[in-house]
Nanobody, 123 residues
């Protein structure tokens, strides 16, 4: 198991930017793909972005493609999510997670989750 701690959420106006961070404990961080998911009130948790263990492969949900960028620094055991051109519909709790299955966009294929960080985008 790995422990994941997200940070960087907050309140921002539409069109603004935020960068989320996810700090991981454990020595095996750099051999796993990592993902970001989000969940708005009353909605199911949805995939946002994925990055492979070496950072060479990334995938994004269509709703964030071109606006969000996932990256990682294995030396710091940290994954980032740069969010630009934020929209009110991006408002949600954002979670990072460790992929048990490479490249998956399904929450069931992630075996460790952080506690989440809230992002609120005002119009």
């Amino acid at each position: 198991q790995v422990q994941l701690v997200e940070s960087g959420g907050g309140l921002v106006q539409a069109g603004g930017s935020l960068r989320l961070s996810c700090a991981a404990s454990g020595r095996t961080f750099n051999i796993y793909g990592m993902g970001w998911f989000r969940q708005a009130p009353g909605k199911e948790r949805e995939f946002v972005a994925y990055i492979s263990w070496g950072g060479r492969s990334t995938y994004y949900a269509d709703s964030v493609k071109g606006r969000f960028t996932i990256s990682r620094d294995n030396a710091k055991n940290t994954v980032y999510l740069q969010m630009n051109s934020l929209k009110p519909e991006d408002t949600a709790a954002y979670y990072c997670a460790r992929a048990d299955r490479d490249g998956s966009t399904q929450a069931v294929d992630y075996d460790s989750w952080g506690q989440g960080t809230q992002v609120t985008v005002s119009s």
